[in-house]
């Protein structure tokens, strides 16, 4: 039954509750697949991008891939586009089939949480809640589904952990065994993904399991039993260490061979003053609000003015009442509802931390956050209230489905239009196809947001504008599109504050282009040969400059253009491939003197030799001389000095090249 307990028989018409989760599943799907199409940026195209270079590649992890953030991406948006993409051409919605895909398996997780580990039907306010209701994430929820995935794990990891770890009087042990293995295996995954897992999942768990012996159980053995503590402890030790130690040194052996970005986001400094950390606090009760949505300036009685007081309404409720009532109940509860609402309690807490005293006051950090405190809020809104008390179980349906039609009336009518929304997306594609370009740059967020729209049918590289010159910005795309193409037609589109800033410069950088036009508010220049070889990249230019190079993770920053390194740390380049012939090798900074350069090639070492030729604090050179081509190697920069040595540039010089 739906509901039980002293209603059930008469609780027939509750089911509606059920029809409306699964209407709003249906709203929300149909808003992805509609004006989903119309919003797809840059990031959203990634995962796109990421299964077409698998798929090109025939390698799961491609070698000429650029991560970004110190991320791998595995299970991940991009493994649901595989079916989207070999059964339609058209790429927008071949993205937003794939948001779909993954928005409905992790409400499949809810349901199973809900069903084997709550013993309930809850997830018919949870997955409301989270899908419809949270209005104010539905672009990471819904549309790029950049968040989604997590929401699967956290319904499924915890849970898979505290059964794994059950030896309770008449538990199954072949069951148990299976719960292990499931979660070593998902948890090895995640921390194969990145390092940030752990934080998110393994920390968390191991301190609520330990909490809940503490508190809970008080070890009821006591001192008498030390021994089965010690194997109770040690179990979840292995349970939680073993995943942690496979999955890392999974992660470190592929980024070995791999380029992975490393931005300040990867780095954990304290917040710049009390008075930032005040702000945060405030900004963060602010956000959590955010994440559920506000119309600003709606009519109190129009459907997004009822939409705020739902949001209001919803926020408070989920994460400031029913956690105290929550607690409140804590002696009544069973061992598994304790450990859950420990592990939210102590996931939450670090989240609290990260965003307020670590400088990651960011609204998106927080909804992992808000989708625990509504499983958590779910759970006991439908226990407590929903099974136990006739009146609050009929009022509460009711106003959920007021609710959630609300919700679902402002995804319809925010769909309005998308058909022509989506045709003005592809105009820039549409112009540049008719003119015979398959080739183009742009900044970032202008770039793979047009390939998409252009059907793959243009290929995208996304370049970044400095002050006083261009370089390409290699993040989540494969580096081939750098790659350069002779007596291939580029385009060139640049924002109005960009044309301003680089127009003297472009035709003697570029040459006279073909054709000058605007559009969509783009300035477009076509050139008849592929620009990338007047643009700085790789060793085409004979300069690696640091916006090129990749940074190992804490092992320094980048900073307008120049690149810092601390003891210890290393920086890469891209894979390039270098000729048979000799080579100067030259690096220009400061304190440098204690840098040193080395090529990273995994085919033959005998290939080549590497001699120092020079060396000061603000100047070091080698020689380099290759006696067969070196495919797919790197320039590594590795400092050993205590001083944090500045990069300004390497110089790849020819010197009597095919000799």
């Known amino acids: 039954m739906l509901f039980k307990g002293k209603f059930a028989k008469k609780n027939i018409w509750l089911y509606g509750l059920g029809l409306f989760t699964v209407l709003g599943l249906c709203f929300a799907s149909y808003s992805i697949l509609t004006y989903g199409q119309t919003v797809i940026h840059s990031d959203t195209a ?30 991940t948006i991009h493994l649901f586009c595989m079916i989207p993409m070999a059964i339609t051409k058209h790429m927008p919605l071949a993205r937003e089939m794939a948001s779909v895909l993954l928005m409905l398996t992790a409400a499949l997780g809810l349901v199973l949480q809900s069903r084997l580990f709550w013993k309930n039907h809850s997830w018919v306010l949870s997955v409301s809640m989270i899908f419809v209701c949270m209005m104010g994430s539905r672009g990471m929820l819904l549309y ?11 319904s499924l990891c915890p849970m898979l952990f505290w059964k794994g770890m059950q030896e309770a009087p008449g538990s199954d042990p072949k069951a148990r065994r299976i719960y292990a293995i499931l979660f070593l295996i998902f948890m090895t995954i995640l921390m194969m993904a990145g390092i ?19 508190i809970s159980w008080g070890w009821r053995e006591g001192v008498n039993d030390f021994s089965k503590i010690k194997a109770t402890l040690g179990r979840a030790l292995l349970l939680l260490g073993i995943p942690v130690l496979v999955g890392t040194l999974l992660y470190l052996g592929v980024c070995a061979s791999h380029i992975m970005i490393q931005t300040d986001k990867n780095s954990l400094a304290f917040s710049e003053s009390l008075e930032a950390i005040g702000i945060y606090i405030l900004q963060y009760i602010h956000d959590l609000y955010g994440c559920f949505g506000y119309h600003p300036a709606a009519r109190a009685l129009s459907v997004y003015g009822l939409c705020n007081v739902v949001q209001l309404v919803l926020g408070t409720l989920v994460c400031f009442v029913v956690p105290v009532l929550q607690a409140r ?17 102590v996931h939450n807490g670090m989240i609290f931390l990260l965003f307020t005293f670590f400088d ?109 010159e261009i370089f390409p910005h290699p993040w989540l795309v494969d580096q081939d599109v750098y790659l350069y193409e002779e007596g291939t037609p580029t385009a060139l589109l640049l924002t109005q504050e960009e044309y301003e800033k680089f127009a003297k410069v472009l035709p003697e950088q570029f040459g006279t282009p073909l054709e000058y036009v605007i559009i969509d508010d783009l300035h477009t ?11 700085s990249c790789g060793i085409l230019d004979g300069r690696i400059s640091p916006c090129e190079m990749v940074i190992s993770p804490e092992g320094g920053a ?24 000799k080579y100067v090798l030259e690096i220009a900074g400061e304190s440098i003197d204690d840098c040193e350069l080395s090529i990273f090639y995994d085919g033959d070492q005998a290939s080549y030799t590497l001699t120092e030729c020079e060396r000061t604090d603000t100047f070091v050179s080698y020689e380099l001389s290759v006696k067969k081509e070196l495919k797919y190697c790197k320039i590594v920069l590795l400092n050993h000095g205590t001083d944090t040595a500045v990069i300004q540039y390497v110089k790849v010089n020819t010197r009597n090249n095919h000799e």
């Open 525 to 535: 220049l076509i050139y008849d040969h592929d620009i990338i070889k007047e643009i």
């Open 144 to 154: 790029e589904a950049g968040y989604t995935a997590p929401i699967l794990w956290l």
């Open 329 to 345: 109940r804590w002696k009544r509860e069973e061992d598994g509802v304790k450990f859950f609402t420990l592990y939210a309690l």
């Open 46 to 75: 990634t995962a796109i991008l990421l299964w077409d270079a698998i798929r090109n590649h025939h390698d799961f992890f491609p070698d000429t891939w650029i991560y970004g953030n110190g991320d791998l991406w595995i299970l």
């Open 360 to 468: 990651k006051a960011d609204s998106r950090y927080l909804i992992t956050s808000i989708v625990l405190s509504i499983m958590v809020s779910a759970r006991y809104i439908y226990v407590y209230w929903m099974e136990e008390n006739r009146f609050l179980q009929q009022s509460l349906t009711i106003l959920f489905m007021i609710a959630t039609g609300l919700e679902c009336a402002t995804l319809a009518l925010g769909a309005r239009g998308w058909e022509q929304q989506l045709a003005a997306k592809k105009v820039i594609s549409t112009e540049l196809e008719q003119r015979g370009i398959t080739k183009a740059y742009a900044s970032y967020w202008n770039a793979y947001n047009n390939e998409i729209y252009s059907d793959l049918k243009i290929s995208f590289a996304a370049l970044r504008f400095n002050d006083d």
């Open 196 to 214: 940030r897992h752990l934080v998110e999942y393994v920390v968390p768990m191991g301190i609520a399991y330990v909490l809940l012996g503490v």
């Open 558 to 581: 980048l900073e307008d253009g120049v690149l810092s390194l601390v003891e210890g740390g290393y920086s890469a380049s891209g894979i390039i491939t270098l000729e048979k012939g």
